[in-house]
């Protein structure tokens, strides 16, 4: 099956730092990916779409400059938190599916390990 | 408004039967997905339904009624590592997934 990493699975750091999280498909081309975040005991909420050499689609509340999303090829996106804060301390996910955002053909979307942020 | 329904938590006994329910208001349907996310851990597949009816994959069956806006996840012969919670999503008109809150299963011995 799709399998898809997440590195790193876990980090803490210090108040106004950034953050990278990268996302890789590992045996597949995933023209789109997904970012969400979690809180405890919460659902999933999606945070941006990219879709491989064009900008982010964010959701309505997150802030795009502080969420800095790259998906420079199509096994790579990137997530990037500037001057973290510690609300931002949640659990990061991604997931990527090899289907055009909007296409006929949905494909079921595969999910990364996840990424635990902890900002002290 | 776009909205998933399904109940906060559930407890079942081990070796039992159990089902999940899921309604859903979404702006278009393309399909609805159930996901299983054990503690700490992200989503694992388990069923796609785009089509009425039931689709069973083992120990799991889902089953979905696209006029009554309502699905459920059955599980059968249940066992402890089932524990975990259980998301329901559907797909709305621009494929977005929709996310229920999702259902926390405690299976007791």
């Known amino acids: 099956g799709a399998v898809v990493s997440q590195h790193p699975s876990w980090v803490i750091c210090k108040s106004g730092t950034s953050v990278k999280i990268e996302c890789r498909s590992l045996?597949?081309?995933?023209?789109?990916m997904f970012w969400y975040r979690q809180f405890p005991k919460q659902s999933l909420m999606l945070m941006a779409t990219s879709n491989e050499g064009s900008k982010a689609t964010y959701e309505q509340g997150v802030e795009k400059d502080k969420f800095l999303i790259n998906h420079a090829s199509l096994t790579l996106s990137t997530l990037t938190v500037t001057s973290a804060h510690p609300e931002d301390s949640s659990f990061y996910i991604c997931s990527a599916r090899d289907g055009l955002a909007g296409s006929n053909s949905y494909n079921e979307q595969f999910f990364g390990p996840g990424t635990r942020l902890t900002v002290l | 408004g776009q909205n998933i329904d399904q109940p906060t938590e559930m407890t079942a006994t081990e070796g039992a039967i159990v089902q999940i329910n899921c309604t859903y208001q979404?702006?278009?349907?393309?399909?609805l997905f159930w996901y299983q996310q054990h503690a700490g851990e992200a989503p694992t597949f388990l069923s796609y339904?785009?089509l009425d009816g039931l689709e069973e994959k083992g120990r799991f069956s889902s089953f979905l009624s696209r006029s009554k806006g309502y699905s459920y996840l059955l599980l059968k012969e249940l066992q402890m590592k089932d524990s975990a919670s259980y998301l329901c999503?559907?797909?709305?008109?621009?494929?977005?997934?929709?996310w229920g809150a999702g259902t926390k299963l405690i299976i007791k011995p």
């Open positions: 999503a559907v797909a709305d008109s621009n494929y977005q997934l929709i």
């Open positions: 339904n785009v």
């Open positions: 979404t702006s278009g349907f393309n399909g």
């Open positions: 045996d597949f081309q995933a023209t789109t």
